[in-house]
């Protein structure tokens, strides 16, 4: 057979019972409405059909023989269909809608299939004709075909009566186990306080100077999210490291599990017990569902793609790119900031599309210098505004000791800098701002929570300070970067 002559996957059969069965049993309408669209459809007639039935209960009329007979004549279209007898001979198929939700099944997965040949179709006479840049030619194919694999196909929209019984049964299940987390928690108190974890297609950015911490802090978060748990309540995270080799990102994992120094580790001083400790900790780091991919000067297409293939392997819950300025463009523009900016969109694209969270660190530009105190602003993102507007979450680093000033206000207290950091929450799309304080241990270059030690004179202050949208940000700087260790 000529393969131009190939007739598409459909069953005339299925159609005209599902059609039948929608005119017949009022209760099926709904859900052929809800489930189906005209493309579903193979027939032209079918399509047709289909939508007056759909125009028919979006004008609150009853359906029927008659009644669609009645429509389709209004409005010229019963001779295309193939008359009265054709309307007749529908209804006389059906004789009980039991089996309707196979048979609407089965048009899905010929629908399915029809795509599945049109997106072939379509890229074989692109190969042929030329695509232009063939990697984005790639990247555009795989992307369709990874949603097809997703059945992510069907419709733009999703009725909310679908989607509200089960946002309520996650709210009576956050009422009884009175969590303060609804998404993934970042194993920080007082930042799940105000983020209420990490959530399902976020797109986070972390900010800072170089050797502001960028990247202590997002493995500091990958051991909190895939290693600190226990094993049944791990998720899986992906890092992208365009920066530092796989080994020197596991050499950070192991220290501050450890809790060793990583210097003493590179230089092998470490001590007797110092070497039991880390042995202690071996397994339970090489047992993480973490994966880590080291390939330099890679494309923001590339890293999608690789992205894609491990979520269909494994469970992927967070994406880590380190950092956002060092992916290449696609394409290039005419200018860096609109690269910059092309390649943002790209991450939040990828966090909805699989459905994870997407934490990309960035460079802040040397005007943070300029100010007295060097605290970061959102202003201070380097190269994109774009990359403010994309955010979710956008989340800046500042140690006050990096820079000099040898005091930071932690809740209106006045204490050292040495070795305190502040996280501040400068954006939060779906939730207020703040700021949290932590400890940076440059020997084990680690985050943990900041434990403060008060005098009978400095009352405890309250746990997770919370700033409102309109408010000014109080104080707050981070940094905890190590010179000896490049960019942390």
């Known amino acids: 057979m000529d393969e131009n002559a190939k007739v598409p996957p459909h069953s005339l059969e299925t159609e005209r019972a599902v059609l039948g069965a929608m005119i017949l049993f009022p209760e099926t309408t709904e859900i052929g409405l809800e489930r189906l669209d005209e493309d579903m459809f193979y027939s032209p007639a079918h399509r047709i059909i289909f939508n007056r039935i759909l125009q028919m209960v979006q004008d609150n009329q009853p359906v029927d023989s008659i009644t669609i007979n009645e429509a389709l004549i209004k409005h010229g279209e019963l001779d295309k269909v193939g008359g009265a007898e054709y309307i007749a001979q529908l209804v006389n198929t059906v004789i009980t809608p039991a089996h309707f939700e196979e048979y609407v099944e089965l048009l899905e997965e010929k629908a399915l299939l029809r795509k599945i040949v049109k997106l072939c179709t379509d890229a074989i006479d692109r190969a042929y004709r030329g695509p232009g840049d063939v990697k984005l030619f790639v990247d555009s194919v795989e992307a369709e075909f990874y949603r097809i694999s997703e059945n992510r196909l069907r419709g733009d929209f999703v009725p909310i009566q679908s989607v509200v019984r089960q946002v309520h049964q996650d709210i009576l299940e956050l009422q009884k186990s009175k969590r303060i987390i609804s998404g993934i928690s970042t194993g920080y108190r007082d930042l799940d306080k105000i983020l209420a974890g990490f959530h399902p297609s976020d ?4 900010a800072g100077r170089t050797s502001a911490g960028k990247t ?3 493995l500091s978060l990958v051991r909190n ?3 600190r748990p226990e094993e049944s309540e791990r998720k899986g995270v992906a890092i992208f490291t365009l920066e530092m080799s796989k080994e020197q990102i596991v050499l ?21 017990e110092e070497v039991n400790k880390l042995t202690m900790k071996v397994d339970r780091v090489a047992s993480a569902p973490i994966y880590i991919d080291d390939t330099p000067n890679l494309t923001v297409m590339e890293m999608r793609s690789k992205a ?11 994406i880590v790119v380190d950092y956002l300025q060092l992916v290449r463009p696609s394409v290039r523009a005419d200018s860096r900031q609109e690269e910059v900016a092309s390649i943002s969109r790209s991450l939040k694209a990828l966090a909805r599309e699989l459905g994870v969270t997407v934490v990309a660190l960035a460079q802040l530009s040397r005007r943070v210098e300029e100010s007295r105190d060097h605290r970061p602003k959102l202003s201070h993102l380097r190269e994109s505004g774009a990359i403010e507007q994309d955010a979710d979450v956008v989340l800046l680093l500042y140690r006050p000791e990096a820079h000099g000033i040898p005091t930071i206000d932690v809740n209106g207290v006045e204490v050292p800098s040495e070795g305190v950091a502040e ?14 304080y932590m400890t940076f241990d440059k020997k084990c270059i680690s985050f943990e929570p900041y434990e403060m030690e008060y005098s009978s004179q400095a009352p405890p202050p309250p746990a997770g300070q ?14 905890s970067g190590i010179d000896e260790f490049g960019g942390v």
């Open 216 to 218: 202590a802090f997002a």
């Open 308 to 318: 894609r293939r491990l979520a269909r392997r494994v469970d992927i819950d967070m």
């Open 466 to 479: 919370f700033v409102d949208d309109t408010e000014t940000l109080p104080p707050a700087d981070f940094d």
């Open 423 to 436: 996280l501040i929450v400068a954006k939060q799309r779906n939730g207020p701002t703040g700021s949290v």
């Open 252 to 272: 950070r994992l192991l220290a501050a599990e450890a809790k060793v120094s990583a210097q003493a580790m590179r230089e092998g001083f470490l001590t007797h």
């Open 225 to 227: 999210i895939a290693i």
């Open 203 to 206: 797109y986070v950015v972390v």
